[in-house]
């Protein structure tokens, strides 16, 4: 079955960064679209950032802009999110999430209902 386990997660100050990993496994994954998205307590789970199947085009959050970057690599089955210039309001857990199938575009892609699995999280401390 479809596993995704996230990595990377921990406490830092604002300022700092951050890389998260996300390890795929049972799936194609040159074929899946990827995505992260995040979740602070008693918030609702919100879009970071997702990248095509091809790594061709990324998406990001406005709030994240500039600071987060997505890559993946396809010979690992694996999808990065490197975090910089944090701040106390990235504090959440971030989930990775994955898209099969050819409509991999921001429409589906930012909507957490748009992702077709995920993993469990990694928790994220921005201290200030």
């Known amino acids: 079955q479809v596993q995704l386990v996230e990595s990377g997660g921990g406490l830092v100050q604002a300022g700092g960064s951050l890389r998260l990993s996300c390890a795929a496994s049972g799936l194609s994954f040159n074929n899946y679209a990827m995505g992260w998205f995040r979740q602070a307590p008693g918030k609702e789970r919100k879009f970071v950032a997702a990248?095509?199947?091809?790594?061709?085009?990324?998406y990001y959050a406005d709030s994240v802009k500039g600071r987060f970057t997505i890559s993946r690599d396809n010979a690992k089955n694996t999808v990065y999110l490197q975090m910089n210039s944090l701040k106390p309001e990235d504090t959440a857990v971030y989930y990775c999430?994955?898209?099969?199938?050819?409509?991999?575009?921001?429409?589906?892609?930012?909507?957490?209902?748009?992702?077709?699995?995920w993993g469990k999280g990694t928790l994220v401390t921005v201290s200030s």
């Open positions: 990248i095509r199947r091809s790594g061709g085009s990324t």
């Open positions: 999430a994955t898209r099969g199938g050819s409509s991999d575009y921001y429409y589906y892609l930012s909507k957490a209902a748009g992702m077709d699995y």
